[in-house]
């Protein structure tokens, strides 16, 4: 069975950094593309980066540009979401996903696996 568990989420004052985990178990990670996405309360599902079975990284949100960083290592299954200058914009619920596609030029939300998701909160 896939399963995806993120984790690394939390309440966190303005200007913190958090680092969320994904670690992904029943396939093998390198096989697949891997998106981070995120939902806050009342708003549309925002994907945020997809990075690609070769480690090619594409990012979509500008929100986020220049303050989040996305990684994967492979011989861990695992992703992360590196998360800096964290402000109460952030504050949603953030979910990893996998797809066998490679990442598109432009954000597309199409992903076949799930994670359950974990909580940032970000306020003062």
């Known amino acids: 069975q896939v399963q995806l568990v993120e984790s690394g989420g939390g309440l966190v004052q303005p200007g913190s950094s958090l680092r969320l985990s994904c670690v992904v178990s029943g396939v093998k990670l390198s096989d697949f593309r891997l998106g981070w996405l995120r939902q806050a309360p009342g708003k549309k599902r925002e994907e945020l980066f997809c990075?690609?079975?070769?480690?090619?990284?594409?990012g979509y949100a500008d929100a986020v540009s220049g303050r989040f960083t996305v990684s994967r290592d492979n011989a861990k299954n695992t992703a992360y979401l590196q998360m800096d200058a964290l402000n109460p914009g952030d504050t949603a619920r953030y979910y990893c996903?996998?797809?066998?596609?490679?990442?598109?030029?432009?954000?597309?939300?199409?992903?076949?696996?799930w994670g359950q998701g974990t909580q940032v909160t970000v306020s003062s």
């Open positions: 990075i690609g079975r070769t480690g090619d990284r594409h």
């Open positions: 996903a996998l797809h066998h596609t490679r990442c598109p030029s432009v954000s597309d939300g199409f992903y076949d696996y």
